[in-house]
């Protein structure tokens, strides 16, 4: 009875997740009615990479970073039943291959499954039915729920007992629910603006930022849009993010936090950023035409990506455009070098919170776990050195000893490949920089409603029946409503 309870509360959640998921082509978040973890209360520390994560044979311990931990006795047995939205030829295959060569006697059965709501409705079931011992939980909503609910194991005694640290392997000890360990925040996501280098050369605009303003990257759209003689613009020098709440990540960018709430538990609609933000946005896509219109992604049926991948615009914010630029097949027009730029500040000087790996997937031991010493050896394995196969999935590592650049080598088969598509130089500095600092979701307080409040308001700004301050004051109105309704 106990788990048939905690089947029919997870289905009812189910029903009311906003997700955006794992898409193919666009940036993945999640949107979840929960509540936040009880410890997740301050934005994530980082620390400095190192390198060499080639799995060893047996732990090193290279003076910096402490891996002596994540080895066991190599010749144990068992089989691990190991789920993740990811399909083999998306780098798993690979991961289990390199795994089996540390632990060639654990047998590793792929599980992939879709990051949707049914999807992870149908994963909460496998849970309850003990069918799955690893899993790789995307998106903090989904992966808060399961805390919640208890379908994660308690790992908390295992993390002390071989004194692993969360901040100095993976940059952050905030997720924890009620004091407790369940999952290690493993995956992560890179917010960067991607460039078309024959664009910005023909442009003029000299060598990439390493770091730069809004108003810098708006001035770059300007140089890189080309309107055509009858005024038709035909290729966008820039672009936000396909989805329509995107722009409120200049909140976490600025406070290293929660996009969608403020330091006093309301939500952030009404801060100052999200008004400049908002109105910055509306400009450039409305009036400036400078930016492709996030009401013609709409009716486009376009992502982010596609329209770069389309030649539509120059430039655009992004999270995963690197896996995509080589499949001629699906994207016979791009003929460019991709360059990278960091996601913009709105004040030269500002620590920019989105700069690093922000954590989006947490791995864990599932209940009814059939065989817990295998999946802990799994676990540790997957969470640190595994962890780098997700870059063929358009994700990143968060563990701070994956190699700078292996991302490439992963995804093109070599640099030397890589380099035909992408801009080797600018890549390192912007993705995958667990060094930087990242922002943290901490607060998931009515978050459904919360994410859903903006949405017909903000239809009415991007069509320019709506100014973006009474777009964002409605949205706050009905936000702060379901927050005081949740507490």
């Not at 730069?212 to 613009?233: I, N, P, R």
């Not at 455009?321 to 016979?332: K, M, S």
């Not at 997700?390 to 490949?417: C, D, F, R």
Request: glycine share 8%; aromatic share 10%; with cysteine.
């Amino acid at each position: 009875m106990r788990n048939m309870r905690k089947l029919i509360a997870l289905l009812l959640a189910a029903c009311m997740l906003m997700l955006t998921g794992c898409s193919q082509t666009g940036p993945a978040q999640t949107e979840a009615p929960t509540k936040a973890p009880a410890e997740a209360t301050k934005a994530p520390e980082t620390s400095a990479p190192t390198s060499g994560a080639e799995t060893p044979t047996d732990a090193p311990d290279d003076g910096a970073l402490d891996t002596s931990w994540i080895l066991e006795d190599t010749n144990m047995s068992g089989t691990v039943n190991f789920w993740i939205p990811f399909k083999g030829t998306q780098g798993m295959d690979a991961l289990i291959a390199e795994f089996n060569s540390v632990y060639p006697n654990i047998t590793v059965n792929l599980n992939s499954y879709s990051n949707g709501a049914d999807g992870n409705v149908g994963v909460n079931t496998a849970i309850l039915a003990g069918e799955v011992d690893v899993l790789a939980s995307f998106g903090l909503g989904n992966t808060n729920n399961r805390w919640e609910n208890g379908l994660f194991v308690d790992i908390t005694d295992k993390v002390e007992e071989e004194g692993i640290d969360l901040v100095e392997q993976w940059g952050t000890d905030v997720y924890k629910y009620d004091g407790s360990i369940y999952t290690f925040p493993c995956g992560g996501l890179s917010n960067y603006i991607c460039i078309n280098m024959t664009a910005w050369n023909e442009a003029g605009l000299g060598e990439l930022p390493k770091e730069w303003t809004w108003d810098e990257y708006l001035e770059a759209s300007k140089a890189m849009t080309k309107v055509a003689a009858d005024g038709k613009v035909e290729i966008y020098g820039g672009s936000d993010v396909q989805d329509y709440s995107y722009f409120m990540y200049t909140i976490s960018q600025g406070s290293g936090k929660d996009r969608l709430y403020d330091e006093d538990g309301t939500s952030s609609y009404d801060n100052p950023r999200a008004l400049k933000a908002l109105e910055r946005k509306l400009k450039a896509e409305l009036e400036d035409k400078i930016w492709y219109p996030n009401a013609s992604y709409k009716s486009d049926g376009y992502y982010t990506n596609e329209a770069f991948l389309a030649g539509k615009i120059a430039s655009g914010i992004t999270t995963n455009i690197v896996r995509f630029l080589h499949q001629t097949e699906t994207y016979p027009d791009v003929k460019w070098v991709t360059g990278f730029a960091p996601y913009p500040v709105e004040e030269e000087g500002e620590t920019n919170y989105m700069s690093g790996v922000s954590t989006f997937s947490h791995a864990g031991i599932a209940l009814n776990c059939q065989d817990e010493d295998a999946a802990w050896a799994f676990l540790k394995w997957y969470s640190t050195y595994g962890v780098k196969y997700l870059v063929a999935a358009g994700h990143q590592p968060k563990w701070i000893g994956t190699e700078p650049g292996a991302a490439l080598a992963l995804i093109y088969g070599s640099e030397e490949e890589a380099a035909k598509w992408v801009d080797f130089e600018s890549f390192s500095h912007v993705i995958g920089r667990t060094d930087l600092p990242a922002y943290a979701d901490t607060n998931l307080t009515a978050l459904a409603d919360v994410g859903s409040a903006l949405k017909d308001p903000i239809m009415q700004a991007i069509s320019g029946e709506m100014s973006a301050e009474d777009c964002l004051k409605q949205a706050a109105e009905e936000a702060d409503e379901a927050i005081r309704d949740a507490q």
